[in-house]
């Protein structure tokens, strides 16, 4: 028995304060035509485990030159079915991580479970903003397919959830234990291996310090465990494990 993850990596977007993510190739494009934009990688990850085929968080939906969308073809390219898909766990409903629960018209992962922090739902249907597109969560109650979550407990015997808050009011992170193994999926908490290697607190956090906080704190805990991280933003290194050395993290690659 094995536990496999792999990165479902969506491309390099710029975003602005109009919440608008644009393709950016950093090799031909010019960051300083786009002022006041934030630069990001999305990434996905698909985990197979021996119950459990889940994608973890669901990108921004693009589409890929053959018109499917783009993470269903990098499925495909992992050797899996995306119709085999059984759970989906969303982190928070931000768009560049929901932006893929469905097709447009229907679920992307229609044999899916998908795992929503039930505050996280709330908010985005009771707080208007950019970040959040009800359409997109309007299809998903319709299937069904829904598994409300709240605080933090045990999905199954292998998969727990852990209300974090800090991105957002109602962010949450997974840890997944199975075959002798632990991943960790830190959503926006984590999003990134840089972000444990310097203490800073960001302002696209809802709270800054908090999150702040809880980086080290899941830093620790991920070099003392042996925790195989997943980062939703890397840049490069999708997946890694963390080294802690007098107080200073180092991020080893798989
Ligand atoms: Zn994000």
Redesign the pocket.
Known sequence: MTMNAFALYEGSYSVDGSKKFLPFNPETDDPKSRPGSLF?YVQPFLVKTNKHLMVLDTGLGQRAANGQLLIHENIRRAGYQPEDVNLVLMSHL?Y??SGGMTDGTQLAFPNAEYVIQRGEWENAYSKPSASYRTEIFDIVQRSGNIHFVEGSGQLTDDISYELTGGHCEFHQVFTIKNAGKTIFFGG?IL?EPEQLLRRFIAKYDFDGRKAMQLREEYGHKAALEHWLCLF??AKSTAMGYVEENEGRFKIVTV
Do not use: E, Q
């Open positions: 990001i931000h560049d991580h926006d999003p939703y933003h």
